[in-house]
């Protein structure tokens, strides 16, 4: 079980996939008016009301998500982008296709982006800040914010991993200038493959949609005027399937519920845990805002956690394939001018992109462990752990394992 939102599949989303299938007519995409409201315009409002946010745009991915909002705040070619190190792939990936450079920055013991490293390497050219709330749990948005709003820059959130996670109240996604989130797979909740956007702004939500839909303006009505009101975009098709927005609207209505069981999880195995002189718990900027998928251990010495996770049957969080930037071929082939993407000229990028450019978050990726507790994904280094199904048995089990792989240093 991937991800804690597969733990609740129900009658829920069977219902609203067949009933999508049964009104195939009521789509967004249908150029005429529909007799009801489709199920991804459906899926949309009601992550306005969840979220607490003015606009949304649902698409087909995460990954459409973060460059449908590259392409609606008007990042592209000549600008930079700080992002960490520590990320997935399609971070960096969306910043390259959106023409932008990306910046990379270290991370702290949060495993999110270190704000006072973040404002070092802000130049001229930096137009954006991309937080990426990893692992299920917020950036220092406070931090970042201020350092946006000094420098004047934008704050693009990445929550993929965080659907749901809040930082004093807040939403993630609905801090900055625009938030995106994933709903495939390995996500908080999900719909298989999909993604939205949020923002507050109505010209960021013009410039998103038309991007993710061909260059049309929000909504149906204007499918058949020659534009609307807005900037006028050469569009793409990011749009979310109408079967998968059933599965996700079903999905977010039991969000706080998912939740809830999981951070009770990892509530219960973090205790059963407890504490030990040889590792710390990962610095959590809000501990009841976070989503709870994840249980994270960084020890004192890079050798007990090799230990440790080899004892487990797991690995140290440095070998989390391509979400460590020294893992990712195509980022050290762009920094030495190769052609990595078709729709980019080759040139040579005076940034540092190979293994041993950001030492602060080599160091800390290497001396630490990620249990599972809501997502389970061996790629991201949380091969080991219990799920949101595992039973309180289950549960004292893996503890005791991790205590006694400790104890054997």
């Not at 293994?355 to 599972?372: E, F, H, K, N, V």
Request: proline share 5%; hydrophobic share 40%.
């Amino acid at each position: 079980m991937p991800g804690p939102g597969y733990a609740f599949f129900g009658t829920e989303e069977w219902e609203n996939v067949k009933g999508a299938m049964s009104d195939w007519e009521a789509t967004r995409t249908a150029y005429d008016k529909v007799p009801e409201i489709p199920v991804v315009r459906r899926f949309e409002r009601s992550a306005l009301d969840h979220f607490g946010a003015n606009h949304c745009v649902a698409v087909s991915s995460g990954t459409a998500a973060l460059v449908t909002a590259l392409a609606a705040l008007d990042i592209g070619p000549g600008d930079e982008v700080i992002v960490p190190g520590y990320t997935f792939l399609a971070s960096i990936g969306a910043i390259i296709y959106s023409g932008a450079t990306p910046i990379i920055a270290e991370i702290d013991e949060s495993f999110t982006l270190d704000p006072a490293d973040v404002e070092s390497r802000i130049t001229e050219r930096t137009k954006a800040i991309m937080p990426v709330h990893m692992l299920g749990a917020p950036s220092d948005m406070d931090a970042l914010t201020a350092i946006a709003q000094r420098h004047g820059l934008l704050i693009l959130e990445d929550v993929a991993q965080a659907c749901g996670a809040s930082l004093h109240g807040r939403h993630l996604g609905t801090i900055g200038d625009a938030g995106t989130f994933s709903l495939n797979t390995f996500k908080v909740i999900t719909c298989r493959e999909g993604g939205f956007l949020l923002t507050n702004s109505p010209r960021t939500y013009q410039r998103a949609y038309s991007f993710h839909d061909q260059g049309w303006f929000p909504l149906e009505g204007q499918r058949n005027t020659d534009r609307g009101s807005g900037d006028l975009i050469f569009g793409l098709n990011f749009r979310l399937a109408d079967l998968a927005a059933g599965v996700a609207l079903a999905q977010l209505s039991k969000l706080d519920r998912v939740l809830a069981t999981t951070r009770a999880a990892k509530r219960t195995l973090a205790e059963q845990i407890s504490t030990h002189p040889r590792f710390t718990r990962r610095v959590l900027h809000d501990p009841d805002g976070e989503c709870g998928t994840i249980l994270a251990y960084i020890f004192n010495e890079r050798a007990d956690a090799q230990a440790v996770a080899k004892a487990l049957g797991t690995k140290t969080m440095d070998d989390s394939g391509k979400h460590h930037y020294a893992n990712m071929a195509q980022l050290q082939a762009l920094g030495r001018g190769e052609r990595v993407c078709p729709f980019r000229k080759p040139e040579p990028v005076s940034n540092r992109y190979d293994p041993g450019a950001l030492p602060q978050t080599d160091d800390i990726l290497q001396r630490s462990i990620a249990l599972s507790v809501g997502v389970t994904d061996s790629y991201l280094g949380a091969g080991f752990g219990i799920s949101v199904s595992s039973t309180p048995k289950q549960i004292t089990h893996i503890a005791a394992q991790f205590r006694r792989a400790v104890a054997s240093l």
